[in-house]
C-alpha cells in the first residue's frame, strides 16, 4: 500500500472522523457574528485552537482540513498549528480551492476556483504539513439547475484537482456537494446527486486520479430543506447507500460525509443510520464542518474564557459522530456528556 493510500485509510478508520474547520474568512465571519464575536484573525485562531486542543482530537478525530489562514498561525505555546494537531494523532489537511464563482454561462450556478497556481502552492502546503486536500464543488437543485455545464465544468475541476494534488503525494478530498435548498423531494436529490457523482468519476478516471488514494466527501440524500417530504433516518439511509453503491467504483477506500446544513443531532442519527446497513467495503464517516462546532462555538460566544465547557461539548459531539461510524449511537448516550 502506498503512503498516500495509507493516509487516507487512517481518514476514514472506524471511530473517527474529520473535523472541517476549514471556512474561509468570510464564513468564519458570519459564524463570529452569529455568536457577537469579533472576526479578528485572533479570535478566530482562539475558537479553533480550544477546538483543536480537546482531548476528543485524540479518539475521534482523524484529521483537519484548516484554512490557508490557519494552516500558518502559531498557537500560544509557540506551535505551529499543524504541530498541535499531528500532537493529537490527527493528520492536517487543506482547503486548497479558492472558492466557488459565478460561472459564465450559467450565472445563476457556481463554479470552483483555484487551479492557477495549484502545484505550487500544495508544494507549500506539503512543508506546512498537510498531508490531505479539500475541494469543494456546489450545486443548486431547481427546475433547471444543475445545468450539463455545471455538472461538467466542476468535475473537470475536481478531477484536475486531484490530479495534482496525487502528484504532490497527498489525499485529494473529491467534494461534490448537492445543496439541500429547495423544495424538492428526496428522489430528486438521489437523482441529481447520481449525476454529479457520475460525472466526477469519469472525470477522474479520465485525469488518470489513482481513485484508492482519494475521499469522497458527499452530500446524504436528503429531500430539500423548503419540501414538505419529512423522510425518516431509515430511509435517509437506504436512498444514500443505494446511490452510493450505484456511482461510487469500489477502489474508493472510504466516505466522508459532509452535515451541509443538517442539526447536528440529525447528521449523527443519520450517519449512524447509514453504518447499520453498510453492506460495502467503503469506509462510512463524516466531515463536519457545523455538525461538529455549532454547540462549542455557542458556548465559546457567551464565555471566550470557557475553554473547559468549550471543549466538553466539542468532546461529545466528536465521541457522538465517532460511535456513530461503527452504528454504535443512540439517542441515550446523547444525554451523557462526560469527557
Ligand atoms: P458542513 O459539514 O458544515 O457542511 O461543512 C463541511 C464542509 O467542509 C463543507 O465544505
New binding site residues.
Given amino acids: 500500500m502506498s503512503d498516500v493510500e495509507n493516509i487516507a485509510k487512517q481518514m476514514v478508520a472506524k471511530g473517527k472522523g474529520i473535523l472541517?474547520a476549514?471556512e474561509s474568512t468570510g464564513t468564519m465571519t458570519k459564524r463570529l457574528a452569529s455568536v457577537n464575536v469579533e472576526s479578528t484573525s485572533e479570535n478566530r485562531l482562539k475558537f479553533r485552537e480550544t477546538l483543536f486542543s480537546a482531548e476528543g482530537m485524540k479518539n475521534y478525530i482523524s484529521g483537519v482540513?484548516l484554512y490557508d489562514e490557519t494552516i500558518k498561525q502559531k498557537t500560544t505555546s509557540g506551535k505551529t498549528i499543524p504541530e498541535l494537531i499531528k500532537s493529537f494523532g490527527s493528520i492536517p489537511g487543506i482547503k486548497v480551492d479558492t472558492g466557488a464563482k459565478v460561472l459564465a454561462g450559467s450565472p445563476e450556478e457556481k463554479i470552483t476556483e483555484g487551479l492557477d497556481g495549484l502545484r505550487e502552492r500544495l508544494r507549500e502546503y506539503y512543508k506546512l504539513g498537510a498531508r490531505f486536500t479539500?475541494w469543494?464543488a456546489v450545486y443548486n437543485i431547481s427546475e433547471k439547475y444543475p445545468s450539463e455545464l455545471s455538472i461538467k465544468s466542476n468535475a473537470h475541476a475536481l478531477a484536475r484537482y486531484a490530479s495534482l494534488v496525487q502528484e504532490a503525494k497527498m489525499v485529494p478530498i473529491v467534494?461534490p456537494?448537492v445543496l439541500m435548498d429547495g423544495n424538492h423531494n428526496i428522489n430528486k436529490c438521489y437523482e441529481v446527486t447520481s449525476k454529479v457523482l457520475k460525472a466526477c468519476y469519469r472525470e477522474l478516471k479520465l485525469n488518470n486520479v489513482n481513485l484508492k488514494e482519494t475521499i469522497l466527501?458527499p452530500n446524504m440524500i436528503l429531500p430539500g430543506n423548503k419540501s414538505r417530504d419529512k423522510s425518516s433516518a431509515k430511509a435517509i439511509a437506504e436512498i444514500t447507500l443505494k446511490c452510493l453503491k450505484e456511482n461510487v467504483p469500489s477502489e474508493v477506500p472510504g466516505i466522508a460525509f459532509?452535515?451541509?446544513?443538517q442539526t447536528e443531532i440529525e447528521a449523527t442519527q443519520n450517519l449512524n443510520e447509514i453504518n447499520k446497513i453498510n453492506d460495502t467495503n467503503f469506509l462510512m464517516s463524516f466531515?463536519?464542518?457545523?455538525?461538529l462546532q455549532q454547540s462549542a462555538l455557542k458556548n465559546w460566544g457567551n464565555n471566550i474564557k470557557d475553554t473547559l465547557n468549550t471543549q466538553k461539548i466539542f468532546n461529545h459531539r466528536s465521541k457522538m459522530n465517532g460511535l456513530s461510524t461503527s452504528a454504535k449511537w443512540s439517542s441515550e448516550l446523547e444525554k451523557q456528556i462526560t469527557a
Avoid at 459532509?258 to 446544513?261: A, H, K, P
Avoid at 466531515?287 to 455538525?291: M, W
Wanted: glycine fraction near 18%; hydrophobic fraction near 25%.
Fill in positions: 472541517a476549514d482540513i479539500k469543494r467534494e456537494e466527501k459532509l452535515s451541509g446544513g466531515s463536519y464542518g457545523r455538525a
